[in-house]
DNA sequence: CTGTTAGCGCATTCAT
DNA sequence: ATGAATGCGCTAACAG
């Protein structure tokens, strides 16, 4: 009984005028006589017809899909980039298609050139450096980028990592501490940023910076290098750890080996995810705005779609989140 | 200088064949003689071509994307889950097109049909009842829904929430817990079989079940309801959370108001967050394997995609994660 | 206001 | 093994 889908000529042929006339009443791109508009509205609805996006798309070669590429999905992070790129797309009428490199660069290029082409526009967060990613310009499809980006010519949307960071050490440094590592993660193009902003805060004061560098910016990373930091050599009186996600990791294996926070040693992270205010104790961090920082993003990439002048750098100011619980005063 | 991508014709133009052998070749139908299969390929080389994804989905009806519709990306059951599917999508050849529905269920039913026009299948997750989702049954559209349906005619994934739910309560009970409270979340599908599990442990002992209800399934409701919860009368000395952030919501609250947990009340819910672990005390928990869940949707899709027959339902088995100390022994 | 015409880029008969 | 012809469902000029 079910014939395929009835098409706009079905629906022309019921309503008696032509295929021009009900698209174009479809998309409301004009008025008709009220007799015309009535006969196709019954028309449709008899019919239950609805218009083919395929088709449509393959005319005016736009999707209304915007893809967004993220490292990886459950880092809560990146869902709250894609919580903040979703809400804006869909009041905008856009779907989002997802793609998570689960922090594998090997496929990225491959999978984002053929993502571009059934999508109106692209929002990529990536590890790769500027110089492997000349390719994406050449990329015939709107692309935003986290991040920032010194020479290639494409629109992002970037925290002041460097910022968020010299706070952070400065803060420390203000308490009293003196001692001071970082657990970072090298891999990420933030990274750099990150102990940028540390050194900065560090050097004015002629103090030495430790560092230890993860292979994951995951929770078990940070639980792995806990007791290296902890228990081998001097220990610091006050740990930046690259994220939130290695920031807890470090305090629950702190704990199991017996060291307090922050009386014994003082943890701080980034991103403010929710989590980090649930800890004991409550997790100080700085705040990167991942949702508006998605959000940001998806309306920068939609303005380049309709064809809107756009800033090249958006970025989004960090703020300090202070948990005092993790960080303690030294004398 | 950047003329509209190279078309299929243009290859086979360059090659010096028709547009039809061109097209078999792309896609493997058939073998050619060796003077044109090379033809081809330099020909596609040079030109840079890539297969137009619309046009080709347009004819054929398949697009090689999914759409995958869950309550809210930022609960890491919910990544969880996205992250399963997507490894299988991925893993197959396909693209997962997320629908946020943001615990909105007013536009569920429009964006469903809308979305099924672009995808070759579905997975659902929803708060709807049963008997609000008939219209489902007639999406032409293979798709799967997560949790058991009575009537309704669609492939289903679910966990055992009746089974995880009584296993809590009974391992409540063993180790002394008599006054059993459920801090649950009787929008949601699910709230009554783990209801159902919990009481058909309580009803054996003759016990009471005191039930506290929550607006969301979040940190932030289990936080607003703490004090009711143990500040209300007799305190519980276990408390049964509907899930695990509100399990976390309900501890830090706890924490503020001056009780410990575990001597003054047993904190458990359900989901395995990853978070959980990194309390203090660590969340004793359900295993409700999200990601598993997930994949085996995905997989399950995929199979009615290609025509192969499936289980009306797959169940999945909870799993009681035991991290004795959000959990005391009752004398 | 409404209709006619002409494809979009590709896969698919059915010839040869 | 290869090609000519056809059309998927729709929109975009251009006519009238």
Redesign the pocket.
């Known amino acids: 009984m079910k014939k ?6 079905d ?2 042929a019921a309503a ?9 009443f ?2 409301g ?5 009220p ?3 009535a006969a196709i509205e019954s028309a449709i609805a008899g019919l239950g ?4 996006p ?3 798309s ?3 070669g736009r999707t209304n899909t915007i893809g967004l590429s993220v490292l990886d999905i459950t880092n809560p992070h990146f869902s709250s980039i894609l919580k903040g790129a979703n809400r804006v797309a869909h009041d905008q009428g856009f779907s989002v298609l997802l793609v998570d490199t689960e922090e594998t660069p090997s496929r990225e290029r491959r999978t984002l050139e053929e993502l571009s082409r059934r999508v109106d526009g692209m929002i990529v967060f990536s590890r790769m450096r500027e110089h492997e990613m000349a390719w994406m310009a050449d990329i015939d499809k709107p692309l935003v980028f986290f991040g920032t980006l010194a020479k290639l010519p494409l629109p992002t949307v970037a925290s002041d990592d460097h910022a968020g960071a010299y706070m952070l050490a400065q803060h420390l440094r203000m308490l009293g501490h003196r001692r001071i590592a970082y657990l970072g993660f090298s891999k990420s193009r933030r990274d750099e940023e990150r102990l940028g902003g540390i050194r900065e805060s560090l050097n004015a004061a002629g103090l030495e910076l430790a560092i230890f560098d993860a292979e994951a910016p995951s929770l078990a990373e940070g639980e792995r290098l806990c007791s290296a930091i902890v228990l081998g050599g001097q220990r610091p009186d006050a740990l930046i750890c690259y994220n939130d996600l290695m920031a807890l990791g470090f305090m629950k294996e702190a704990s199991n080996l017996g060291i307090s926070i922050p009386q014994d040693i003082s943890v701080v992270g980034f991103d403010n995810i929710p989590y980090g205010k649930y800890t004991t104790p409550a997790l100080t961090t700085v705040d990167l705005q991942s949702e508006r920082m998605g959000a940001t993003a998806m309306e920068k990439l939609l303005a380049v779609i309709r064809g809107e002048h756009v800033e090249k750098l958006t970025k989004v100011a960090p703020q300090l989140i202070l948990r005092a619980s993790t960080i303690a005063r030294r004398p």
Request: charged share 20%; glycine share 0%.
């Open positions: 395929s889908a009835p098409t706009i000529r629906v022309a008696q005028v032509s295929t021009a006339t009900v698209s174009k479809i998309n791109a004009q008025r008709f006589s007799k015309v508009e017809y609805k218009s083919n395929l088709a449509k393959m005319i005016t």
